[in-house]
């Protein structure tokens, strides 16, 4: 049966860690804002890029 | 005379395709143009312009027309107090020689090019390091260097292209208020964790009906499950204990008092048990309560996170003040203004404080104040009150009265806006202390029956009984009905404050209604010709004139022929506009005159006074015409009050405005419903007052707009903030509703009302619960199994009773 006793402590342990996970993740700030990532990934190239390519940029 | 005009039909809409500006999307004439793209102002060209050379032109091609209209040029000066160092040290969140943080609330942001543009600030403007927006919360995260870029002149960058930011001091406490909301999803987080294990470990129990073959093991899931409970007594269910002893210091047992109870006899039963070895506990049980409690009250405590609920007059006025002394232009916070100092105001600039005008021409729009429409003119010498906003050039005037003694800021020392109002006044609250004191009957009738008979089943019964029959079903099937109604009413944008408002709500029976901007559109208006047929190019030219004018009718009659007729704009010279009376130019060498009947006709006697909606024309000296133009009334309103009417609530109608619209406003509410016209900030608290005082069981809504109606919103039960546009500043109040959404308002108070009947019905069925687990209870033959199969069966059940009982109520409503 001891078999079962370290298994129940490993189980313990990694639900554990997903407890420790998630709450490094609430404190970073991960949930704060669940709708803006999801906008921002949509954006294409970097503006920097965009910013010397010919057919947008305009002599100053 | 007035007979042998003609009558114009109104001209159908329609008859050409309109302009519209590529940067805001706002209707325009084809004057402002630069590579085939036009604008209706210089402003929103400047913006495309400064886009355009930074390559940032895809702002326009990820949504429709995004930008925000320009709203005038801001004078130079008009950030100038972000350079005090007090101001400066309190908005920077961190700041050292090298970077500089600094939040910001953008009311402006509202879709994905917003989100793209301010992002990519730092292609602008070389001193800013990166910028971060929060959509929801509608916030931007800005880090840049002081060496590069001074805060102030990120503010007016971000004003130029369209999102001047909101600033304001009281209003800093977000950082604060965001660390309370985590620690409730942490007590959540670990609450769950401890009671998803202890289930875990409960299994062996459940199948075998309490008995583990092996002593050893049991013994060890015991102790396990006991170790597990711990975090979940004393830090999870610390604010049930703490919010429960707060109760009864105060010699009142309050809703947490039940629970705090039910969850220490739980709990130290089974440490009992457990120490003693005399049986497994009920920690899967205590656990699961703490857990589905913290759940349901996080579910009702949902709040908008962009909207904020508790505005004082002092976010509505600037920080910033310029200060004359000695003849110098010096910033100062507008705390410190004292009586005699002597001010600059600038054109757009809200008057801070109530003063006296020594140099300069006021032309003063408190609209704000009021809710009176027309700017007043203001010269030499006369009083200005506070929270007037300056329409013509820049004055100097003297402070008479300091702020917070000002005419509407000394509505802010009413003792109404101290109380708090809604508190623990909730039917629940009554329900839960039957149910307790019947609770503590019935296991003091089981005490009597077993010490008669078994005198060991005592303490049995009597801790089973506290178990089983916790008030948590009562309170889970409140907190989830009331938050399932909140997000329902915010899908309809009707944003309350908390739930306690759904309450008040339900018990309405008096509404009172502020005409202009709540019943009325505040922008726009219906606008009828009256008098001799215009040529296509006498439109031209009034619309010429019109355009140069700031005026409210002005711009309403601009907007009415721009989308009526295709206008092409003239030159106007010698533009005047002479305040309180009209405007004139000369166009096309003819005079054209717009104003008022005595401006317009100087020997009309001018002892009759011309009604405010009207303006006058006459082109080279001749009477034209006269365009007429009467409040537009909200679509569905008139439907509204009548079925308001029909169900006999009391309705009444304030109004800082004149009386022209007296009979129109008759026609929609009869001869019954009084209607009350130029009333101060002052009356209106007063009326409401008065509305409560005279009749105790009147429980009034206050539906407003402006500061004038805040001193209503808090006197009444139930204060509305009515807004335009969700982002605008809306006054304090319980509830924000979007304009548009205004005839809805019978079918939110008869949601709110349904509210009610699903909670009784949800009572009724965790009662039936109660009564069984009681039955096992009393008789001192509750085992952990049955209590942990009734405790989550009868909260979730209920919990999906609630929801779709209110999803159900609210489809049928119409909502």
Redesign the interface.
């Known amino acids: 049966?001891s078999v079962?006793?370290l298994l129940?402590a490993f189980?313990?342990l990694i639900?554990?860690g997903?407890?420790v996970a998630?709450?490094w993740s609430?404190?970073k700030g991960q949930?704060?804002?669940?709708?803006?990532p999801s906008?921002?990934m949509?954006?294409?190239d970097k503006?920097?890029a965009?910013?010397?390519?010919p057919s947008?940029?305009?002599p100053? | 005379m007035e007979d042998s005009w003609v009558q114009e039909a109104k001209p159908p809409l329609g008859k050409k395709t309109t302009t519209t500006c590529y940067h805001c999307g706002e209707t325009c004439d084809a004057t402002i143009h630069t590579d085939n793209k036009y604008f209706c102002c210089d402003g929103c060209k400047f913006v495309f312009q400064l886009l355009?050379?930074?390559?940032?032109?895809?702002y326009y091609e990820?949504s429709e027309k995004p930008g925000i209209k320009i709203k005038g040029k801001f004078s130079s000066q008009r950030f100038a107090y972000l350079e005090n160092e007090e101001i400066k040290g309190k908005l920077l969140r961190f700041a050292d020689h090298s970077q500089c943080h600094v939040n910001f609330y953008l009311p402006q942001i509202h879709c994905?090019s917003c989100?793209?543009l301010l992002?990519?600030l730092h292609?602008i403007d070389q001193g800013i390091f990166f910028s971060k927006?929060?959509?929801?919360?509608k916030e931007i995260f800005i880090a840049f260097d002081p060496a590069k870029i001074s805060l102030r002149k990120v503010v007016e960058l971000l004003a130029f292209i369209g999102y001047e930011p909101y600033i304001s001091l009281n209003e800093g406490g977000t950082k604060h208020h965001?660390k309370v909301n985590?620690k409730r999803?942490?007590k959540i987080?670990?609450a769950g964790?401890c009671l998803?294990?202890i289930m875990?470990?409960s299994f062996p129990e459940y199948f075998s009906s309490g008995n583990i073959g092996?002593a050893?093991?049991q013994k060890?899931f015991s102790y396990?499950k006991l170790a597990?409970s711990i975090p979940v007594f004393f830090y999870s269910a610390s604010e049930f204990f703490t919010s429960a002893w707060k109760g009864i210091r105060q010699k009142w047992l309050n809703i947490d008092a039940p629970i705090a109870l039910a969850i220490l006899v739980t709990f130290s039963r089974s440490v009992y048990e457990i120490l003693s070895g005399t049986g497994a506990g009920y920690l899967d049980s205590m656990t699961g309560i703490v857990f589905f409690m913290l759940v349901g009250r996080w579910f009702q405590d949902k709040t908008y996170d962009s909207f904020s609920f508790d505005r004082d007059y002092k976010s509505y006025f600037p920080l910033g003040v310029t200060l004359l002394k000695n003849g110098k232009e010096e910033t100062s916070t507008i705390s410190a203004l004292k009586k005699g100092d002597q001010i600059l105001v600038r054109q757009n600039e809200m008057i801070p404080a109530d003063a006296v005008i020594l140099d300069g021409e006021g032309y003063i729009d408190y609209s704000f104040v009021s809710g009176e429409n027309n700017p007043l003119l203001k010269r030499r010498t006369e009083l200005v009150y506070a929270g007037g906003k300056q329409l013509g050039e820049t004055i100097t005037m003297e402070i008479v009265n300091p702020v917070d003694q000002s005419y509407i800021t000394q509505l802010w020392n009413n003792d109404v806006f101290t109380r708090q109002k809604n508190k623990d006044k909730s039917f629940i609250h009554p329900w839960s202390r039957y149910f307790t004191l019947t609770l503590f009957i019935i296991a003091g009738c089981a005490a009597l029956y077993w010490s008669l008979y078994d005198p060991s089943k005592i303490w049995l019964s009597v801790t089973a009984s506290l178990i089983v029959a916790c008030p948590c079903s009562l309170l889970l099937s409140a907190t989830f009905t009331f938050g399932n109604m909140l997000r329902h009413f915010g899908k309809n944008k009707f944003y309350l404050k908390n739930s306690s408002v759904i309450e008040a709500l339900s018990r309405i029976n008096t509404i009172v209604f502020d005409k202009t901007g709540t019943l009325t559109h505040s922008s726009q208006a219906n606008v009828f010709y009256e008098g001799e047929k215009l040529p296509d190019e006498e439109i031209n030219m009034i619309y010429s004139l019109v355009k140069e004018s700031v005026h409210p009718l002005s711009r309403i009659i601009k907007q009415y022929l721009m989308l009526t007729y295709s206008v092409q704009p003239l030159q106007a010279i010698n533009f005047k506009e002479i305040a309180g009376k009209g405007i004139m130019g000369s166009i096309n060498s003819r005079q054209v005159k717009l104003g008022s009947r005595q401006f317009i006709d100087r020997h009309h006697a001018s002892s009759s006074l011309s009604r405010s909606g009207e303006v006058y024309l006459s082109i080279s000296g001749f009477k034209k015409g006269v365009f007429r133009i009467s409040n537009q009334y909200r679509d569905g309103v008139p439907e509204m009050i009548t079925y308001l009417l029909a169900k006999k609530y009391n309705l009444q109608v304030l109004s800082g405005d004149n009386d022209a619209e007296k009979s129109k406003l008759e026609s929609f509410f009869g001869k019954r419903a009084s209607i009350h016209f130029h009333q101060s900030p002052q009356e209106k608290l007063n009326f409401i007052k008065e509305l409560k005082t005279k009749n105790s069981k009147a429980k009034v809504l206050m539906l407003g707009d402006g500061l004038n109606d805040a001193g209503a919103l808090k006197q009444s039960d139930v204060g509305v903030a009515v807004s335009e546009n969700t982002s605008q500043f809306t006054p304090a109040c319980d509830a924000i509703l979007d304009s548009n959404e205004v005839s809805k308002l019978h079918r939110f108070i008869e949601y709110a009302r349904s509210g009610r009947t699903v909670i009784t019905w949800s009572f009724i069925l965790s009662i039936l619960y109660n009564i069984v687990g009681l039955s096992f209870a009393v008789q001192g033959s509750l085992s952990p199994l049955i209590a942990a199969i009734l405790m989550p069966v009868s909260s979730i059940s209920i919990v999906t009773f609630v929801t779709l009982a209110t999803s159900f109520s609210a489809k049928r409503k119409g909502l």
Not at chain 1, 31 to 36: A, C, K
Not at chain 1, 50 to 53: A, I, L, N, P, Q
Not at chain 2, 133 to 137: K, S
Request: charged share 20%; hydrophobic share 45%; glycine share 4%.
């Open positions: 049966m079962l006793i129940i189980s313990i639900a554990g997903f407890l998630f709450i609430v404190r949930y704060d804002d669940d709708y803006t906008v921002r949509l954006f294409d503006p920097v965009e910013k010397t390519s947008i940029s305009k100053k | 355009q050379d930074n390559g940032l032109c895809a990820l994905a989100i793209w992002e990519n292609t927006t929060n959509f929801q919360r965001k985590h999803i942490f987080g670990v964790f998803s294990n875990m470990l092996q050893d093991l060890v396990l597990l």
